[in-house]
């Protein structure tokens, strides 16, 4: 085994914040088998080589969304890319852009927890049922309607990959409005006016210019941007009917 | 939160891509290639007297502007938000000579085809 062992060079961008004013690379030889991955190529090293190198992850199977990172400058989960890849290159892992990081690999997800609680991410039912009443029914169709913007696993590369927000934070982003879109599109939500407040102003929908790059790096194949997009058509018809519409206008 | 006004925009630039994708090609390969070349088309398909009686029209006057004005604001729309994307960030003055520059346009258009009499 040891004789057919391949050694691949990791450059890893070190933040520490009590010693470093500003990131650094530090680079590491690191051994490896075709099967590993660059999440187990970083716990190689800290388990063998530098302890100090702190990354966060969890399930190793692509659905857990903790061990996203700027791989080679571009956002992808550590756990779902492999060193053969790179092979016999190096290549570079940071911390996902866009975002403060907190020490090393890790990013402070703050801003992105804040958004996210603040469009609701949960059914507000449009009907109150009682239990007598049964359950709330859906069609496969109805289903289909939110099913791919379902599969958000709030793994944070959109962001990454989000120049819009890079330029401006304030803007809510490609996840969560995907995300909102999940809840929006469902039959049994009735929360659509409370989203919406957020989804119709510029830090909403209209932060977005359609670069459609946070739909090409989503590790589970959901499309923010066609969300976006789709809702950027229900803002526009909303914002030119408003006046005729009963309780359309502004508050 | 404040409502964005850029439906306004969006939907000029939405309309515009519409158009431009339905008939941009063809008024491309109709007055640019087939009439000059003689191909499909009578050679005096955009003779003078031609496109005067079309923009006498009414109809013709309507598709003349809606031509004209929705693809500047397409376009506006379009290099105002990829000039954001490349870091161009002077936001009002980017906004001013797209969005001016398309109602510039408009209205010289609107203005010159309601000019032209029958």
Redesign the interface.
Known sequence: MADTEKIIEIEVLRYRPEQDKEPVWQTYKVPFTDDMSVLQGVQYIKDYLDETVSFRWSCRMAICGSCGMMIDDKPKLSCKTFLRDYYPGKLRVEALKHLPIERDLIVDATDFMKKLESIKPYIIPKEERTLAQGEYLQTPQQRDMYEQFSSCINCMLCYAACPQYGLNPKFTGPGILALMHRYNADSRDGGQAERNELGYADEGYWGCTAVGYCSEVCPKGVDPANAINQNKMNSAINYFTRFITPGGADK | ????N???F??LF?AGGMLAALIGPALVFITGIAVPFGLIFKPDTMSYAHMLALSQNWAGKIFILAVIALFLWHAAHRIH?LL??FGV?AVTAVRVLCYGGAFAGTVIAAYTLLMIKA
Do not use: T
């Open positions: 939160m404040k409502r964005s850029e439906p306004i969006w939907s939405g938000i954001h994307d960030h």
